[in-house]
């Protein structure tokens, strides 16, 4: 019983996509695959590519913020005095739903009222003293935003 065994010079087999390729044009030599190449050499450009980025980030990030100063810095405070109104009207809503401190509140902020209006607002001299203070106010922020 002997076995013939035929060996083709040339096998050709094609994957579904059409981008793997065997090749063999002798029986027994190792068969390579063309586009396992093209594919090693894209995923290494992809590779070098986002090492580059990674590599150059912290620069862009501080020409970024040079080129961009105010309104950087102007957006960050922006996002504090919202978080820091969220935790102040956070911490007044929950002191309000224990019982009696909501009304408590109400009669200092009641007391306050009447005393400034009687404090600025009954005589003539009172009020020109207060506006003489929210105009020295006023000075002492324009001042120190000149300088």
Do not use: C
Not at 109 to 135: D, H, M, N, P
Request: net charge negative; proline share 3%.
């Amino acid at each position: 019983m002997q076995v013939q065994e035929q060996q083709s010079e040339y096998v050709d087999a094609t994957l579904a996509n059409g981008m793997a390729t065997v090749k063999s044009s002798e029986p027994g030599n190792l068969s390579t695959i063309a586009s396992a190449e093209k594919s090693d050499d894209k995923f290494s450009e992809i590779g070098r590519e986002i090492s580059d980025f990674l590599e150059r980030l912290p620069q862009n990030i501080v020409s970024f913020f040079n080129e961009y100063k105010l309104p950087v810095v102007s957006f960050g405070v922006l996002v504090a005095l919202m978080i820091g109104l969220r935790i102040l009207l956070a911490i007044t809503d929950a002191l309000n739903d224990i019982p009696l401190v909501a009304p408590f509140f109400e009669v200092i902020g009641f007391g306050y009222v009447t005393w400034f209006v009687s404090r600025y607002f009954l005589k003539a001299s009172t009020r020109q003293e207060l506006a003489g203070e929210i105009e020295m106010v006023k000075k002492q922020i324009a001042d120190e935003n000149a300088s």
